[in-house]
T-cell receptor, first 115, second 110 residues
Framework: EAQVTQNPRYLITVTGKKLTVTCSQN?????MSWYRQDPGLGLRQIYY???????DKGDVPEGYKVSRKEKRNFPLILESPSPNQTSLYFC??????????????FGEGSRLTVL | GQQVMQIPQYQHVQEGEDFTTYCNSSTTLSNIQWYKQRPGGHPVFLIQLVKSGEVKKQKRLTFQFGEAKKNSSLHITATQTTDVGTYFC??????????FGKGTKLSVIP
């Protein structure tokens, strides 16, 4: 089954304790992206990757890091989480076509709370 | 970055009434996508529009892309309780980035 898998789905942590949210897709997609969703703000892009070893900042990259060492995986790293990073995070992937991002396939989401 | 305005933010309708959400950009878009997110779920792709003036239908849903490729709309005819959720537009401007609107949350009163 084609899917995007995120872990953990729920996490409560404390300020400053490094954490990683993993994302894996089994569709051989080139493009992967991370979004955060906050009430009233919709989906905001954190980082995206067009292929292995190619990453770029989205609209809200501060406080986050990513890596793309393999095509299927795109982990999101919070080196020193702060309460303003409490949010619902979505990983997504797509094929790239003609200079546009194609249909995005989203993971189930990871709800992160930073105390 | 690019800004996409989506209105209304909320819409409450009686079951059987129609519903429309609008998406507007100040710049010309290369494509626009629409997604639906059910309560507690993740966004799910509905459709992509690419051509100026394009109109696509999916059963009771009608999607339009403006002639100037700066705006788009999603219209639902005769809403049902299964239509409940938040509808997002996502605008592409010729790069590999998509900018999402803030979404329209639809409530359907049985």
């Amino acid at each position: 089954e084609a899917q995007v898998t995120q872990n953990p789905r729920y996490l409560i942590t404390v300020t400053g304790k490094k954490l990683t949210v993993t994302c894996s897709q089994n569709m051989n997609h080139e493009y992967m992206s991370w979004y955060r969703q906050d009430p009233g703000l919709g989906l905001r892009q954190i980082y995206y990757s067009m292929n292995v070893e190619v990453t770029d900042k989205g609209d809200v990259p501060e406080g986050y890091k990513v890596s793309r060492k393999e095509k299927r995986n795109f982990p999101l790293i919070l080196e020193s989480p702060s309460p303003n990073q409490t949010s619902l995070y979505f990983c997504a992937s797509s094929l790239q076509a003609s200079g546009n991002t194609g249909e995005l396939f989203f993971g189930e989401g990871s709800r992160l709370t930073v105390l | 970055g690019q800004q996409v305005m989506q209105i209304p933010q909320y819409q409450h309708v009686q079951e059987g009434e129609d519903f429309t959400t609008y998406c507007n950009s100040s710049t010309t878009l290369s494509n626009i996508q629409w997604y639906k997110q059910r309560p507690g779920g993740h966004p799910v792709f509905l459709i992509q529009l690419v051509k100026s003036g394009e109109v696509k239908k999916q059963k009771r849903l009608t999607f339009q892309f403006g002639e100037a490729k700066k705006n788009s709309s999603l219209h639902i005819t005769a809403t049902q309780t299964t239509d409940v959720g938040t509808y997002f537009c996502a605008a592409g401007a010729g790069s590999y980035q998509l900018t999402f609107g803030k979404g329209t949350k639809l409530s359907v009163i049985p």
